[in-house]
């Protein structure tokens, strides 16, 4: 497999530095590996903390700035942050109104974020933390206990921090958060396998007309293999899964998150968008909001996932405010 790296070992050091040289409004500390906004920490803001393994890009690095997250912190491919990196992006921003930590339900994450939050509270910091398991295609897999975080992580990161930035407290802003979650679901569609630089091969093997339905964002199992389909059948497929855990009508109005993997071109996506929207049309739910595009990936995986999140006027109001980031940005 052809990668654009220099050596395996250091590709997230050296994605770290380009971060950097590309976004100077960041403060990027490739030694203790995090990612913070060149304010930070403002006296009297909640800080919003958030990470994971390396390999989905633009989460969560791309989504440090103003109106989301104060500080990021990658771990290596597909491994979760150690505490410590997580304790330092938390000190960076604590500003005296305490932390959310926003953490994707997989075991690694949730022990090191735990320990960091332990570690924050030892010496002094409130530390508040949102769990994100959105995905409805399987209950326990190999990484975690329940249901995984995927793409809703998007959602409540960019609430939670709106929020903060418009001053919210602690218990509001992990509140917000939480609300975000409880009314997301989420469900991928892989086409592909993705390779991990490190192995330099795929991480599962699918027949060149095969599929995989309920992929988790690391290449964990899904629901069922399958042969490939018209992205029609697909969409249908994906809603289906969503509106069977999470019933939506027409007093639902609905952000809709078309999401890439990786590996798949953004008219592919507009293609599964125009299939969503449709679908969603017969069924009688209406899109008040939308977005598609690379979002949370895995590394060069071919395929999609679909979140939907059950919008109410405080979702909405905190979706639409201004938000600037490196991936995300609109109102400024």
Partial sequence: MKKLINDPAGVVRDALGGIAA???QLRVDTEQ???????????????????????????HGAFVGIGMLDAACPGEVFTSPVPDQVLAATKAVEGGAGVVHVVKNYTGDVLNFQMAAELAHDEGAKVESVLVD?????????????????????????????????????????GVGRKANERSRSFGIALTACTTPAAGTPTFELGEDEIELGIGIHGEPGRQRRKIAPAGELAELAVAAILEDMPLDRDDPALVVVNGMGGTPLVELYVVMNDVARVLGERGVPIARSLVGNYVTSLDMAGFSLTLTRLDEELLRLWDAPVRTPALRWGM
Avoid: C, F
Wanted: hydrophobic share 40%.
């Fill in 22 to 24: 590309a976004h100077p």
């Fill in 33 to 59: 590996r995090i990612v913070v906004r060149a304010d930070a920490p403002r006296p009297g803001k909640v800080g919003v903390v958030s990470g994971g393994g390396s390999g989905h890009e633009p989460l």
């Fill in 134 to 174: 959105d995905d409805v295609a399987v209950q326990d897999s190999l990484y975690t206990a329940g249901r995984r975080g995927t793409g809703a992580t998007v959602v409540v990161e960019k609430v939670a921090g709106a929020l903060a930035e418009s001053g919210g407290g602690i218990g509001q802003v992990a």
